[in-house]
C-alpha cells in the first residue's frame, strides 16, 4: 500500500518562503517520479515541479523560484518555495509514478497522490 504524507504548508506573506515535504510509505522511491501539483480556488490543476533521476521540469510561472529535490534514501522529495507572490496561493498535492519522468507527460499519469497542504500568500 503506497502512501504519500505531505507536510510544510501555511500562510506566508508575499516575498516569503515556505518548504513543502513529501515522504512516500510502502514503496522504494528509486527511479521514480515525484511532482507537485496544485491547484487554486477557480482554476485548473498545474503541474508545478517534478524530479527523477536527471530529470527535472518546472513550470514557467514558478521557475528560478521554486527548487525541487529529492532523498531516495528517506523516500522524501521536497519544494523550496522562495519569493513567493499572492498567486502562488493554491493546494499543493505531491505525486508519484514509479517510472522516470521522460515518460510522463500529465497528471492522468500519477497513480498516488497526497492528501495536499494549503499554500496561502498573502
Not at 522524501?76 to 493554491?90: C, F, R
Request: one cysteine or more; aromatic letters at 10%; hydrophobic letters at 30%.
Amino acid at each position: 500500500h503506497v502512501q504519500l504524507v505531505e507536510s510544510g504548508g501555511g500562510s506566508v506573506q508575499a516575498g516569503g518562503s515556505l518548504k513543502l515535504s513529501c515522504t512516500t510509505r510502502g514503496h522504494t522511491t528509486g527511479g521514480a517520479c515525484m511532482g507537485w501539483f496544485r491547484q487554486a480556488p477557480g482554476k485548473e490543476r498545474e503541474g508545478v515541479a517534478r524530479i527523477s533521476p536527471g530529470v527535472i521540469f518546472y513550470s514557467d510561472s514558478v521557475k528560478g523560484r521554486f527548487t525541487i529535490s529529492s532523498d531516495v534514501a528517506v523516500g522524501t522529495m521536497y519544494l523550496q518555495m522562495n519569493s513567493l507572490k499572492p498567486e502562488d496561493t493554491a493546494v499543493y498535492t505531491c505525486t508519484n509514478v514509479f517510472r522516470g519522468c521522460a515518460t510522463v507527460s500529465g497528471p492522468a499519469d500519477f497513480p498516488y497522490w497526497g492528501q495536499g497542504t494549503q499554500v496561502t500568500v498573502s
